[in-house]
């Protein structure tokens, strides 16, 4: 609990003097001397969007939410983003001295001039001196057992029971003092923490003192805390912790490290560690007779903590006077310069077999060895001689091959030599120090590979081989076989000196690309951290090469090393960060290490990764070495949280209660907007979503973004479906959400089937009309055919039989004078015979196909053809019966072609016309030749004059066809018609 500023000034400057030169001299005399290494890696401040810095609450809610109280308002937390609250949201103060949740998820807050405002529904509400409470002044707010709200304020206890303030009766022990804390027992005992009354123990309905604890050293208590079995914890004020036996004050044991400390707050873990909270002094987690200590120099925002809050996770809230930490029990420690790092960029990170101390090694300025959490250089190693420290390999006599830009040294008792090359080469780069299973040490510099044997470097490769540019790493095959990544590919080493050397064979794809770091998994993959193309995975079983990357979840696509533990959990340093891989089968879970949870930078150093004995990885970036422990992640992994903020139809909210039952929205109101928060406040950053819509998500749609939208939906049922998941596989129950878009009334099943009954009727009414008159238009031409050729052909076929007679009876004098005009009369009355039969060929609908227009074609010129001797033919004409003809169509090719056809009789001197017509795909050619003497088109007068040819041309362009006229002097005639069928 905490306590305001009822004793402001909290502390006078001298007293505050006193206590931390107390503290820190207790700490110099009573603990063997640590570093003071990154333990807390992230704090929460107002830069982040916390609404102030001054943190005197907090609580973890049951949706996940962070719950921040500060002397400026409210912050609420989902791991990415705040929300702040006020008094223009409903508050009744902004400073909120306490928070506490009821089982149903109502949320309570203390506050220090507004009473009580509580939040439940989104919406908040205030209860204060004109509902019942002693004091607007609250300090403390607790729920019992009993589902009652303890409130704790400067005029007394009262509780809140139904939304109703229940005040204490006037013999109960608990008006007119001033309460800082209020702590339940699972047996229904309160007890109440007081400024100057002591440590009240209270039960009963209504509540009533029933033992005020005895034997205290002070009654002003500053904080007071429930542990695990109901033990109490409380803090006098000035004196040190103690808890509650036997229903008597008893001090903690006499450590000197927190006996006398003046504690401002006070919590108890779930595993019974006892977080007590100073003001300047930092925070002390007691454990039995262990003591820990965090402050400024661990991370810790302020080294004043007034709240605590202990998440699901795990994760520890920490509320100072410089905004939230936030602690996850030694995940990752950084050792940096601050802890005496003679630099801060660290090379290599090596583990000696004899002792389980660490080797670090850096760019310059010695090799630290680092033991029992002391840093020590190694004296002699601050050489000019060492730059780039890349390997350190410890022999079985305790001296140190060290590789480094400027070659192998051997390092023993302080002293520092060089070991030239057996082939006197000298070495550069020497990145990789590696013992082969059988004992053998294989080193690699820039540009060939040597074997350690009777303290020296003797080469594997001859000094002619210049094909290796850049060695970076190599990888041991057995049997004299090594794999080597350089920065133009894999080359392959195989036999002893001079080994072969050739690019290797299954990974050519790799060549000219720079590959960091190899390593074989145990199934016999191979990993290569490459240079801008992720991580390569190679399966020689299949031959198949495939790559992670930033699109399949790392977190950068340059891998700089590579390290598997135990487990087969594969590790990945990168420029941003670290990747855990999870392999299964061909699926690849990946989560990431960065900054944020405590690497010393994002920035990690090629190499420099490796695994120590006791299973924790240790990293090197350029912001110090960094380890750690996956077994803290692994005690505390829990789901993440899904939370729908809010649903949207255009512009109107839906509230989750509407949504809920299923509801219909209008045609109309088809643009749907989702809105969700995954919590998981440990790795919020790794959250992601899976969702889909039905009938519009064809599968589960993969994002981060917190939002989801859907624009133009179709009329139907609908079911969304969505869950908060993390990379290592956990997620949140999936939830379900249904909904209904009905459609216009037009598309209704009773609209559409009266649609289909009054247009089907009216298609029916239209048909049965139409052919009706059809079939009285196919009677009319039909008797119009008849009446024509009865009538008006009988009629010419007289004038033309009289017209002939005339001559005859007449003297020859007057015979031989009308003889032209009765000629004129009977060849008129010829022609119009001929027009009339073709207009009666016109007409009659059973005669509209295009067999019947070749057929009337040939039959009309029949008697002008036997009198010219000319043979004519017609060619593919059964198979066109069924191609129908419009009547203005047939007449126009009708009279082409019997201007043509009368041309090659009159003019063309031949014996042979060849008629030919074809029907494809709606396009008609009709083709008319003969073999007589032809003529230059280009002339385009044949013998005989007159337009025929240009009335010819003119009927097919306005059948929307073209007429071609191929001709020459004694080759005959072609002519063509083409286009469209109608």
């Known amino acids: ?233 409380f803090v006098p004020a000035g004196e040190g912790i103690y808890s509650l036996n036997n229903q008597q004050g008893q001090p903690l044991a006499a450590d000197p490290t927190y006996g006398g400390l003046d504690f401002i707050s006070l919590a108890v873990r779930q595993n019974g560690t006892i977080m007590a909270g100073t003001e300047n002094q930092g925070l002390l987690m007691i454990q039995g007779a262990t003591t820990d200590h965090l402050d400024s120099t661990n991370g810790l925002a302020s080294n004043s903590v007034y709240a605590f809050s202990e998440g699901r996770d795990g994760l520890l809230f920490l509320g100072t006077w410089g905004g939230v930490s936030i602690y996850n029990q030694d995940r990752i420690i950084t050792v940096g310069s601050q802890d005496g790092l003679n630099q801060s960029i660290v090379t290599s990170i090596n583990f000696s077999q004899r002792d389980n101390s660490i080797y670090f090694g850096f760019p310059d300025q010695g090799i630290q060895k680092y033991q029992h959490q002391k840093l020590t250089t190694l004296k002699g190693t601050d050489n000019d001689a060492l730059h780039m420290v890349w390997d350190v390999h410890e022999n079985p006599d305790g001296s140190l091959l060290l590789g480094s830009d400027y070659g192998v040294h051997r390092y023993l008792s302080g002293k520092l030599e060089e070991i030239p090359a057996g082939d006197g080469s000298q070495l550069r780069s020497v990145q990789s120090l590696m013992e082969t299973p059988n004992g053998d ?175 924790y990885l240790w990293v090197g970036t350029i912001g110090g070495a960094s380890r750690y422990d996956k077994n803290r992640d692994n005690a505390n992994a829990t789901n993440p949280l899904l939370k729908i903020n809010k649903f949207s139809i255009f512009d109107r909210e839906i509230s989750q209660e509407e949504f809920a039952s299923q509801p219909s929205f209008s045609h109309r109101d088809n643009y749907l907007k989702i809105e969700f928060t995954g919590i998981h406040l440990p790795h919020p950053e790794n959250v992601f979503y899976r969702y889909r819509l039905s009938s519009v998500d064809q599968d589960w749609v993969q994002s981060q973004r917190q939002y989801v939208q859907y624009t133009s939906l179709t009329p139907g049922r609908y079911k969304f479906e969505i869950s908060a998941n993390l990379p290592n596989g956990s997620h949140s129950p999936v939830q379900v959400w249904q909904f209904t878009i009905t459609p216009p009334f037009w598309r209704t099943w009773w609209f559409l089937a009266l649609s289909i009954l009054v247009v089907g009727g009216s298609v029916g009414l239209i048909i049965l009309f139409r052919v009706r008159q059809l079939l009285a238009l196919e009677r009319l031409r039909t008797r119009i055919a008849a009446d024509l050729h009865d009538d008006i052909g009988a009629g010419l076929t007289e004038i033309s039989i009289v017209s002939s007679l005339i001559p005859h009876k007449l003297p020859t004098p007057e015979s031989q004078k009308i003889e032209p005009d009765v000629d004129r009369i009977a060849e008129t009355s010829q022609r119009l015979i001929s027009s009339m039969s073709d207009i009666v060929w016109l007409v009659n609908p059973k005669l509209d196909s295009l067999f019947d227009l070749l057929a009337k074609l040939g039959e009309s010129n029949s ?28 007449r126009q090719l009708l009279m082409i072609f019997k201007e043509a056809i009368s041309n090659a009789i009159k003019y063309s001197e031949a014996n042979h016309i060849r008629l030919e017509a074809r029907f494809s795909r709606g396009n008609l050619s009709i083709i008319l030749t003969d073999n007589g003497t032809g003529f230059e088109p280009a002339n385009n007068k044949p013998r005989g004059g007159g337009n025929g040819l240009v009335n010819m041309q003119s009927r097919a362009h306005t059948l929307g066809g073209n007429l071609s006229i191929e001709s020459a002097p004694g080759k005959g005639t072609k002519i063509t018609f083409q286009g469209p069928a109608n």
């Open 863 to 890: 008697e002008m053809l036997a009198e010219s001797g000319i043979r004519f033919e017609d060619v593919n004409l059964d198979s066109l019966k069924k191609v129908k003809l419009r009547m203005e169509y047939r």
């Open 441 to 615: 040490l294989i080193v690699m510099d820039m540009h060939s590979v040597y074997q350690w044997e009777n303290q020296t470097l003797n080469p594997l490769l001859s000094k002619a081989e210049d094909r290796i540019q850049k060695a970076n790493d190599i990888l041991d095959m057995g049997s004299n076989h090594y794999l080597l990544a350089t920065t133009t590919g894999v080359f392959e080493i195989s036999g002893t000196f001079p080994a072969k050397v050739s690019p290797y064979h299954p990974l050519k794809d790799l060549q000219d690309n720079t590959i960091w770091d190899l390593h074989q998994l145990a199934d016999g993959r191979l990993l290569m951290g490459t240079n801008e193309k992720g991580l390569a995975v190679y399966t020689p079983e299949t031959s198949d090469l495939r790559f992670l990357n930033t699109e399949t979840g790392l977190s950068d696509n340059t891998v700089l090393a590579i390290v598997e533990d135990s487990d087969g959990q594969v590790y990945l340093s990168t420029n941003r960060g670290v990747n855990i891989l999870n392999s299964h089968g061909d699926n690849w879970q990946v989560k990431h290490l960065s900054h944020r949870d405590g690497l010393g930078s994002d920035e990690c150093v090629q190499g420099a990764l490796a695994l120590s004995p006791d299973g």
């Open 1 to 233: 609990m905490k306590n305001s500023d009822f004793n402001s000034p909290r502390c006078a400057l001298i007293n505050c003097l006193f206590l931390h030169t107390f503290f820190l001299l207790c700490i110099s005399l009573s603990a063997t001397p640590v570093l003071a290494q990154t333990r807390i890696h992230r704090n929460l401040t107002p830069a982040e969007g916390l609404v102030q810095s001054q943190v005197i609450s907090l609580h973890e809610d049951s949706q996940g939410y962070l719950w921040i109280g500060t002397y400026g308002g409210l912050s609420r937390w989902d791991g990415l983003n705040f929300r702040n609250y006020s008094t223009a949201d409903g508050m009744g103060h902004k400073e909120v001295q306490d928070i506490a949740e009821s089982p149903d998820g109502t949320l309570f807050f203390a506050t220090k001039g507004g009473g009580v405002s509580i939040l439940k529904d989104g919406q908040f509400s205030v209860l204060n001196e004109n509902d019942g409470l002693p004091s607007s002044v609250s300090r403390s707010i607790a729920v019992l057992p009993n589902g009652d709200v303890a409130v704790g304020t400067d005029a007394g206890l009262c509780l809140i029971r139904n939304g109703k303030v229940i005040a204490p009766e006037k013999d109960s022990g608990l008006n007119n003092i001033l309460v800082v804390g209020v702590a339940s027992t699972s047996d229904g005992k309160v007890y109440v923490a007081t400024w100057g009354d002591g440590l009240l123990e209270a039960a009963g309905n209504p509540l009533k003192v029933i033992n005020r604890v005895a034997d205290l050293p002070i009654e002003k208590i500053r904080a007071l805390a429930t542990g695990v079995q109901d033990q109490i914890y």
